[in-house]
């Protein structure tokens, strides 16, 4: 850009010295001038505001020549010029190329550096007057070469995914009957784990064609501006219908419109309000289908998650032992590998790893080989640059061995509280691949039906559950770590709540103790936090909580004591796997006494024995 500005100022002054040597020939000074007109050697002169041009006779024959003098204040000039015979015109207007040159063409060179400058900022293609238009920022694919063959380890959100392929790939069918569309489909989770891959995997697969646009790219310095690329967006997708609209990165626009002390988002509400508007405008049954991506879901203003907006989320998660081989698998195509080299064996070593993180292993293996003159990537060079990468994410958090022990035996012990306790939900997973959100690990069970009350034998078990994750620290390892804090506080709120709102404490009675939900309307910090009643009170329920929890403590340590064994069992086999389904839980666990049974009795006493209890006064 430097250049052409160079080149642009050389060329206007060569134009304006060009011009006025053509017009004026050689410049002379006023009183030579003046000296030549007494002398009679001036054939005719322009007298123009700031110059004098003319011409001097021709002597002996030769042709006339042209000359300039610059003016300067002479009242008797026109005196002179007639004395010596001199023909004189006036000229005011007749400037208008250096007028052109001086002034009019440094002013266009001037709007078009601005114009410059600004599109560099807003991106849009073509100038000054087209801002609004996304086109150029738009990236818009009619055949994308991506598969879901190309991605790999996130089977559940790929099953999820491939209802929008067949719609997308055929739309009629869909609406004919009269079904509903999901308008939106918002992709969810960690970075690096494949969300964008797999949306162009989708339009891939549907053969359409696929917009994809980046949240950040949305928010320009100009009011208005995002605003009206959205429309833009969805005016050009309108048209190529079935296609998918891609937003990347939906929270740098989607942030919950808060009021900050920095002053409003004017712009990327606007733009986030335009989004909305466009997506409740427009009809799913043209084929349209908006997917996004986030990492942070929890900022996502409310409004996008409403039905008829992103009404599915679609998780996509980090990859367990054996997706992370079928990821190095796709991403090992393309390089050469020695014998001996076992993606098994790699997968194992990277606990922690997104699919992302993979693709740079492999590449980071191969570099490594071909520094040192390899033909082909050995093992030793994958073992190198697992050092290095992990190095290099343990600011990321990438759990330690010993960590992993830690969770492993942590969320075995949710799961067979869970298994052998009355009145829960069976367990559906366990899973020790970290999630983006916080968790290390987690245990998840699934209702058979839906539940509506509660018994106080159901609650004391889901208690004896929470408290089973921190009672297998302990059997296993003789100590405790951090990992059990969610746990210990939904129990405390579960016991708490048994005492002073479901009157299931005998010691305390059926009385609320909760208090009112607070009025909004007055300032909540001047109200206190708990309903009316005396410190003594408040003593009890603090001891009956207590005594809740420390009873579903003893209790899911009776359970882990009775089946010690399978607890190492399943933690060892959940190390090596990573995720269990309920299948094979169920054949670790082996045969568990029924249900109803009171194998293990996990009655919390009704009322704290008297004797050497806290709960005495
Ligand atoms: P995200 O959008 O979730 O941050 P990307 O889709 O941009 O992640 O992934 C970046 C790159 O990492 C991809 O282009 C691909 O090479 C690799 N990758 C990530 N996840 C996977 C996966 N599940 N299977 C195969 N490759 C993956
Ligand atoms: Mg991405
Ligand atoms: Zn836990």
Redesign the pocket.
């Known amino acids: 850009m430097m250049w052409v500005i160079l080149g642009f100022l050389l060329l206007l002054a060569l134009g304006q010295a060009f011009f006025y040597s053509m017009q004026g020939g050689q410049t002379i000074s006023y009183s030579e001038f003046k000296t030549l007109v007494r002398e009679h050697k001036v054939e005719e002169v322009t007298v123009a505001d700031d110059r004098v041009r003319g011409t001097l006779k021709g002597e002996n024959g030769a042709a006339a020549r042209p000359f300039t003098a610059v003016r300067i204040e002479d009242p008797k000039l026109v005196e002179d010029l007639e004395q010596n015979g001199v023909k004189s015109t006036g000229e005011v207007s007749s400037r208008w190329l250096g007028e052109l040159l001086g002034w009019i063409i440094p002013l266009l060179f001037l709007v078009a550096l601005w114009g410059f400058f600004f599109r560099r900022m807003g991106g849009a293609e073509g100038g000054v007057m087209s801002f609004a238009r996304s086109k150029a920022k738009i990236y818009a694919d009619d055949d994308v070469k991506v598969r879901f063959g190309d991605v790999a380890g996130v089977d559940e959100a790929e099953d999820e995914l491939r209802e929008i392929v067949e719609f997308l790939k055929n739309p009629k069918k869909y609406t004919s009957i009269g079904g509903r569309i999901p308008k939106g489909v918002l992709l969810v989770g960690p970075p690096g784990t494949g969300k964008t891959l797999l949306a162009r995997a989708v339009a891939g697969e549907a053969k359409v064609p696929f917009f994809s646009l980046s949240g950040s790219e949305f928010v320009e310095m100009f009011v208005g501006v995002g605003a009206a690329r959205v429309r833009d967006l969805f005016a050009q997708a309108v048209v190529k219908a079935p296609c998918i609209v891609f937003i990347d990165e939906l929270d740098a626009l989607g942030k919950a419109r808060i009021q900050s002390p920095m002053g409003s988002h004017e712009e990327r509400e606007q733009t986030l309000n335009q989004l909305l508007a466009e997506m409740d405008g427009f009809d799913a049954r043209k084929g349209v289908i908006i997917m996004a991506a986030t990492n942070r879901p929890e900022v996502l203003d409310a409004a996008l998650l409403r039905p008829g907006r992103f009404d599915r989320q679609v998780l996509v998660d980090k990859p367990d032992v054996r997706g992370r081989e079928e990821i190095l698998k796709i991403h090992v195509k393309t390089v050469k590998l020695a014998d001996g080299v076992d993606l098994k064996v790699i997968a194992a070593r990277t606990a922690g790893f997104a699919g992302a993180d993979l693709a740079n292993l492999v590449n980071e293996a191969a570099l490594l080989a071909a520094r040192k003159d390899k033909t082909a990537v050995e093992m030793k060079d994958f073992e190198e640059a697992i050092d290095r990468l992990i190095a290099g994410l343990e600011k990321k958090r990438v759990m330690s061995d010993k960590e992993r022990r830690i969770v492993a035996y ?2 075995s ?2 799961a067979i509280v869970a298994s052998v306790l009355p009145g829960l939900d069976p367990v559906h997973k366990i899973s020790i691949v970290q999630r983006g959100f916080g968790a290390l ?1 987690y ?1 998840m069970q699934l209702p058979l039906e839906d539940k509506y009350l509660l018994t106080r034998e159901d609650l004391v078990s889901q208690l004896c559950v ?1 408290l ?3 009672t297998a620290e302990e059997i296993a390892f003789g100590r405790v770590s951090t ?2 804090q ?2 210990l506080q939904r129990a405390t709120d579960i016991a708490r709540a048994m005492v002073t709102e479901f009157g299931m404490s005998e010691e305390l009675g059926l009385v609320n103790y909760a208090g009112q939900q607070r009025p909004t309307f007055i300032d909540p910090g001047f109200l206190p936090q708990r309903g009316n009643y005396a410190e003594e009170t408040a003593l009890k329920i603090d001891n009956e909580v207590k005594r809740f929890i420390t009873e579903a403590h003893d209790a899911a340590r009776r359970v882990l004591e009775q089946y010690r064994d399978t607890l190492d069992r399943l933690s060892e086999r959940l190390l090596e796997k990573e995720v269990i389904e309920s299948e094979e839980l169920k054949a670790i666990m082996g045969p568990l006494p029924p249900k109803d049974s009171d194998a293990i009795p996990v009655e919390i006493p009704p009322v704290a024995p008297p004797a050497g209890s806290n709960s005495s006064q």
Do not use: F, Q, S, V
């Open positions: 942590h969320e012990g949710h690990g245990t929470l089973g994750g921190r990992g059990a969610n746990d």
